[in-house]
């Protein structure tokens, strides 16, 4: 058991990080259970709301508080808990051991100090460079990204860069003290499709010359197609399916994941026969009794409404968290629509 | 017929935009409750208001009349009693009469002097910024120029030449502070002339004035009942100030300046009720326009929700 | 960054020509005649006519306003009504006492107010934040005659602790309240705004950024959101020169000091028409420089300004 827990790189145990506002309790995120092993990249997917930002902000230690709190549960990181750690401990696996890229490259770079500035900052704290060599690793790390002409870009400031181009600012930067965890929320979502691609083409292969593992945070399953190893689907604050990739796309055993699959375009299916998920998130202050999908889910009946179901093994290494899931599998099989088509 | 259903749509257009600025007024009102600064701003302008108004109603003493003929030494910088609860004057005048009354002249210098500096505003940032151009940079250097000078200074400038009127002090200040108003109408007409709206009006063919004054004005004012609110707290403060060096509202006139600069020199020497009360006066006035134009502001801007 | 310097430098150019007409305007369109109020009741109608002629009153107001702005680009500003000083002496001789206010008050606003702005903020919702935001706003509402008022009975009459009024032989420890009376308003001004840009910045995502490289929280405010949150407050330093100005004439009021406020006012009492024209043209100047300053100094905060 204990041999096994040291192989993990992030285990994350029952972690629970509220929010309290005057409004009342959010429970952003309300118990979720997963791990990451050493070279592996996990995703986790869910709408916007679904807390998987909190849950990457829990892990870095960066949930602002107040009016968020770990209110429960264990981060554990190479066995320790980060949970329990200083917030001087905290700094020193801040953007060393565990780094992190943001969704928004146009406002993560700071606007008056030069990308170059903004790089070797980690590596001095981190590495205790000088500034001279500080800077000349970053130059290093530009080459890294695939940043043409890096020894001029070090001096120029973000706005005079391109939105992709800064997006591999932030990658190296991220990258710059090695890390083992490399966290990324949503870090494609604001670029073109085009430069997307050509983004995760750059982190799957820095991942692999690396050998860190990567936390990759979207709402966009083909995102999850491209680069994972294993997926967390959530869901109001819970993990509601969990395995792996080619497991979950072959086979989705919850309905709300099997909604996510039917609303993403593919090419050997008619495009216009999309089907949506009706509805909308539920409000965090007000969750419905039961299982927190009942609002949208088009499954949903008597016990749904009245008990929260627990996640269970579905099978060998696919976890789901719903009381039908078998009933999906015969419509599956049967070939039903569950959800309306939309064109 | 073309021209008729493209009427048709610009109609339903600007239906659905009153719609949203119904609910907006509802919004900005629900955000306007919860800020508790923002109401206690609005309670001190209110009373502020109602006790200019109701002045002669409020008090039993006349404003300027010298007690001190009649009563005698007593009621001679007299501290605050039951019958004077501000106490009295060097001439025995009654000090919260004053103040009351004082209200009154900073109410109506300010309002007057206020709506020119609105009406003024208005026009020209609407002028500037629909039409741009040279339209723009003329009003635009205008603005830039006036704005160089310290208010007080021109203010005084202008009004010690002529003989001291009410009129004159309002004409003056709203004379330099139509261009705060200005501005902001300019920034906002800029940003909505781009609005679909607008140029779909003008592709209709509808003629300027009328764009402006139906598709525009509704727009901006908003933002322009934000910055007079906030106005109102510098104009009754230049207002003041002007007096108490002498070149506003002139004695007997009860005026909360002038009471401050009569009586600052008996302040020290323990008879702090002439000059202490006008000043708490100006102070909670000024603080009420300021705390109830930020309210407003937060709660008039669609960003924050 | 250069042709920016150059561009705003130049641009300032049409709005001091503008401001040199205004104070034309503004002492031309006086009613009476300057000659009768200089001369006083004493004048004959020679004399007067004289006079007219020597000031150049009997021209087309075109001539008069073309002769105006060589005067001022000459520096010829002429002679005060009173004492026969020229109107560049004067100002000259009263600039030190304005200069050191102004400039004393701007420093301890700027400081103080960052300072406390910032400490506010990064300390929300506590009593230093609670009394802070109560000290600013009674600070922006009250009037400077009023804070110095009081100033002078604390300070000088019941702790004697520094000198209430008048300049002494020019020590500074008669410059202490009217420098704090002064800066007051602004500081009020400055602690508000630093505080509201503060509370903004530390939410931008540049700033998440700056924590997940595992920054010292000192360095995330001190480094990354300050620079940021200072560049609304260099406009209002740059816009508060004006009612500092203001408030110049009103502090050297209270405290009887020999400054260009004292000088404006008198003038204006006087109706010393050449002083009049002199100073108020020469304050619309610094606030025009200032304010030139202030968007220079933008090129250095604002790498976005400088490459625009």
Redo the contacts between chains.
Sequence with gaps: MANKNKEKLVDVKNLKTYFYTEEGVVKAVDGIDFEIYPGETLGIVGESGCGKSVTSLSIMGLVESPPGKIAEGEILFEGIDLTKLSQAEMRKIRGNEISMIFQEPMTSLNPVYTIGDQISEAIIIHKGLSKKEAMKESVEMLKKVGIPLPEQRINEYPHQLSGGMRQRVMIAMALSCDPKLLIADEPTTALDVTIQAQILELMNSLKASYGMSIMMITHDLGVIAEISDRVAVMYAGKIVEYTDVNTLFADPKHPYTWGLMNSIPKLDRDVNRLQAIPGIVPNPLNFPDGCKFNTRCPLAEGKCFTDEPKIVDAAEGHKVRCWRYKDLEEMKKQNVKIYEEQR | MSDKNLNKKSNLKSEGLKETSDTLLKDSWRKLKRNKLALVGMSIVILFIIVAILAPYLTPYDPVEQLIWTEGAAVKLAPPSADHLFGTDLYGRDILTRVIYGARISLQISIAAMSISVLIGIILGTLAGYYGGIIDDIIS??I???????????V???V???PPSLILTFSAISLVYWMSIARVVRGQVLSIKEKEFVEAARALGVKDWKIMFKHILPNIIAPVIVQATLGM?SII?IE??LT??G?GTQPPTPSW?YM??AG?GY??QGQWWW?VFP?IA???T??GF??FGDGLRDALDPKSR | MFAYFIRRTLGVIPVILGVILVVFILTTIVPGDPARIMMGQRGDPETLKLIRKEMGLDEPTHVQLVKFYKDVFTLNLGRSYRNNMTVIESIKSRLPVTATLAIGAMIIAVVLGVSIGIYSATHQYTWQDYLSMIFSLLGIASPVYFVGLIMVIIFARKLGWVPGTGLGNGEWIYYVLPILTLGVRPMALIVRLTRSTMLEVVHQDYVKTARAKGLKEKAVIYKHALKNALIPVITIIGLQTASLLSGVMLTETIYSLPGLGRLSIQAVTNRDFPIIRGVVLFMALVFVLANLLVDLSYGFFDPRIRYE
Excluded: T
Excluded at chain 2, 144 to 154: E, H, K, Q, T
């Design positions: 250097w205008i830039n120029v006036l704005y160089a000078f310290p208010f007080l200074l021109f005084i400038a202008i010690a030449f002529f707290g403060m003041a100030s108490y060096l070149f300046g401050i600069s600052q302040l020290a000059g000043a100006i102070i909670l000024v603080l300021n705390l």
